[in-house]
């Protein structure tokens, strides 16, 4: 039972990793007012670049970078759309997440199309800085991507958002943005910054299923991650640290039910009332939440400039 | 203005001001469209070591070129102009459904269970209640999130996205316990009664029912938006919840019933892949026509005929997309990208072409 709850955290903290790191990018865009859709096709496209660049360039460290930065430009075209522009946001968000995942699956049927055995690469190691420790080995033995994101990205969004002037007019922003304007905050720029940002965020996110956890890029390595770190931004109420408690109560019963599974478990319940749960309660959360002051005000409405 | 930055439109002395757009400006927006999305996506044809003018032969023009590929055209649209007038009627009012794709889950669900029971019944009764029973499916799986819209005011954006998980969780389920087919053992449910299947509308083609099931819809849109008040009450709501208010529409009741019907519409489109082309069941039942008749719908300025030219101009592309990867080798999810690009560009042309820039 013991060994069973080790492996379970341990499990669960490296489920909850790419989920947490496109949770705070969202959570970036739409504390400054904008629903980012392209959450998933993002993803998608992070984990694609990675994993094409990795395998390219033989360096690893050179996927992630590609897959921050080809976020940061799907971020700064959702820009584009929803800020310069001004379009619905769903619908130019959907759009992205469209054209991300379709740029993504003709660039790789282009590049590794005629193989028989699907492609894969050596993906990063597992740091385990308490080799040979009960407990404290198994649960220490994570990617470096989960320690940053955890004990880096999340302090770091936390700490910009809510202790930086930054911060401020990023809610500022997200709140009212007329009064943003009027205070001399450029709502223009925060919105490109937030949603660049969050782009990174998002790309790292897919980047660490291609080329930490996997080591390939499959067609389903995202299969709605992107939805359920829309829904954890929700849940955790726009706080970076209450989106992590949330990755990390999905984390972990997504790993639950892998393991459940994976022992052959007879359960009453079909496995797949668990992975349907975190949106069932995201929905309760959101009809809590549209009480709650937290709530960009500003989201889902574009900023025109009279 | 909301296009370019006040501070650079200052210093090029220009003054942007909004305009309605002329008319053959908008019939022009198309045209213009598509050769930008030509020109975008050329760069990938010729990745892809294909010349973009025969890629775009193949994909827009070859499929017309012969009866079977042509009709294959209208089969690919059915789902598409289903799912697009399922979306324009929720938009029409203001109610922003992305929840099309699981609704239309709903409705194939529906179709499962109704064409195994409804077996011992004549086509002419069952298909009519298969049609019904999509309907009220997605209706159903479209009203709690109407429901938390109208009476607690809970955005419909992320409740309709995330319900669209949840119904595959199910067919997941299903497909894999109680309906896992009994012949084949492959996770889909046992195949529909004869009697409950669509009939082909030509023989030795896939075109079935469905195609005019999907034109009848458009005709229904066309005539709810155009002809009757509950359209216009739909209209003013989309417009602007409050001034409607104002105005005497019961805003709570338009919003509900215009979400109700638009799953319901979406439902049916399930019930047309299953009962129409699959007689199955089956967890990839659709790439995402719920998500592209937001585009389709989006792209048809949520006008009836354009939302049907949108489809038939999608399932064109669905269909060049195939011949295309045939003949060039070029990979089949160039589609997808022009649908998107597409969609992308158009947006943008929609919005310059209600300003003009003149000197200040």
């Known amino acids: 039972m013991e060994i069973f709850l080790v492996n379970l955290i341990a499990a669960t903290l490296r489920v909850a990793t790419p989920l947490l790191l496109a949770a705070i990018g969202e959570t970036s865009a739409e504390r400054a007012g904008v629903l980012n859709l392209g959450i998933e096709g993002t993803m998608f496209f992070g984990a694609f670049t990675g994993f094409f660049v990795a395998d390219v360039t033989g360096s690893l460290w050179a996927g992630l970078l590609a897959a921050i930065l080809s976020g940061v430009l799907a971020g700064l075209l959702m820009a584009f759309l929803s800020v310069t522009l001004g379009v619905n946001q769903h619908v130019s968000g959907l759009g992205i997440t469209l054209l991300l995942s379709g740029l993504s699956l003709f660039a790789f049927r282009l590049k590794y199309g005629g193989r028989s055995t699907p492609p894969s690469i050596e993906p990063f190691g597992q740091l385990s800085p308490f080799a040979g420790v009960p407990i404290l080995g198994t649960l220490f033995e994570q990617y470096l991507l989960t320690y940053v994101t955890f004990l880096v990205i999340v302090p770091l969004a936390w700490w910009l958002l809510y202790r930086t002037s930054f911060g401020l007019k990023v809610r500022a922003v997200g709140e009212n943005p007329e009064a943003a304007d009027a205070a001399g905050v450029n709502v223009f720029r925060v919105r490109y910054i937030t949603l660049a940002l969050g782009g990174g965020l998002m790309g790292m996110g897919g980047a660490f299923l291609s080329i930490a956890q996997l080591g390939a890029f499959t067609h389903g390595i995202i299969s709605g991650r992107g939805w359920v770190a829309l829904a954890l931004v929700i849940f955790g109420n726009w706080d970076p640290l209450k989106v992590m408690g949330g990755a990390l109560i999905f984390g972990g019963t997504f790993a639950l039910q892998l393991r459940l599974q994976a022992m052959g478990l007879q359960l009453p319940i079909p496995y797949e009332t668990f992975l349907a749960l975190p949106y069932l309660v995201t929905i309760v959360a959101l009809v809590i939440a549209g009480r709650n002051a937290s709530y960009p005000a500003a989201l889902l409405k574009p900023y025109h400039r009279e | ?360």
């Open chain 2, 1 to 360: 203005m909301s296009f370019t930055s006040t501070k650079l439109s200052a210093r090029l002395g220009l003054k942007i001001e909004k305009t309605g757009a002329p008319v053959w400006m908008r019939t022009l927006i198309p045209v213009i469209a598509l050769l930008l999305t030509f020109i975008l996506t050329s760069g990938l044809i010729i990745w892809g070591q294909a010349n973009p003018l025969r890629a775009y032969y193949y994909f827009l023009i070859a499929p017309l070129s012969s009866q079977v590929s042509a009709l294959e055209v209208l089969v690919k649209s059915t789902p598409l102009i289903l799912a697009g007038v399922a979306v324009a009627f929720a938009f029409s009012a203001g109610y922003y459904n992305i929840g099309a794709e699981g609704q239309l889950y709903a409705g194939a669900v529906a179709a499962a269970w109704l064409g195994t029971v409804l077996g011992g019944l004549p086509p002419v009764m069952a298909i009519p209640l298969m049609l019904l029973g999509g309907f009220i499916a997605g209706a159903l799986w479209a009203l709690a999130p109407a429901l938390l819209r109208v009476k607690l005011a809970v955005d419909e954006v992320v409740t309709t996205l995330l319900l669209n998980s949840v119904i595959l969780f199910i067919i997941s389920a299903l497909l894999n316990g109680p309906w896992r087919d009994p012949v084949s053992g492959w996770p889909q449910s046992p195949e529909i009664a004869l009697s409950t299947q669509l009939p082909k509308l030509i023989a030795r083609s896939r075109l079935h029912l469905g195609f005019v099931v999907a034109v009848v819809s458009v005709a229904v849109l066309w005539f709810v938006l155009s002809r009757t008040s509950f359209g216009l009450k739909m209209r003013a709501v989309g417009l602007g919840r409050e001034a409607a208010h104002f105005a005497g529409v019961d805003v709570g009741r338009t919003v509900l019933i215009a979400a109700l019907v638009s799953g319901g519409i979406a439902g049916i489109a399930g019930v047309c892949e299953v009962a129409g082309i699959q007689y199955h069941l089956i967890e990839e039942l659709s790439p995402g026509y719920g998500y592209t008749g937001i585009i389709i719908a989006t792209l048809g300025t949520l006008n009836a005929l354009g939302v049907a030219a949108a489809g038939l101009f999608f399932g064109l592309i669905d269909t060049g997309t195939q011949t295309l990867s045939h003949a060039l080798g070029v990979p089949i999810y160039l589609g997808e990208v022009t649908q998107a690009t597409m969609l992308l560009v158009t947006l943008g042309l929609f919005l310059l072409q209600n300003y003009r820039i003149r000197r200040a």
